[in-house]
């Protein structure tokens, strides 16, 4: 059985995935060699909205590369249209999306540049 990684979004949700899914995200990956997994690892920039979304997202990927008869369980052209349809957001989703992977810093000066997108 695959260990578990407790997430906890910006709004107290727990999120319970399992490890493979939780460490395509490199700063979970990160937080939880500087913190263990013990406890649940706080994304307080995160909502449970957007954490959801990023979990889906790194669930299919990681499904999307497992192995059967030594194939991926995707071809790149479903992971591609998979994709596509996934970012069909609203344009504040997907900035939120997007501004996971920025430090608070690069974040502020994102949403300063691109003031439209959050009003």
Known sequence: MADKVKLRSSDQQMFEVEEEVAFQSLTVKNMSEDTGLDAPIPLPNVSSKIL????????????AEKKADDKPSKTEEEIKTWDT????VDQSTLFELILND???????EVRKENQWAFE
Do not use: G, L, Q, S
């Not at 920025?102 to 502020?108: H, I, V």
């Open 52 to 63: 959801a979304k990023v979990i889906e997202y790194c669930k299919y990927h990681v499904d």
């Open 85 to 88: 349809d996934f970012v069909k």
């Open 102 to 108: 920025f430090t608070p810093e690069e974040e502020e």
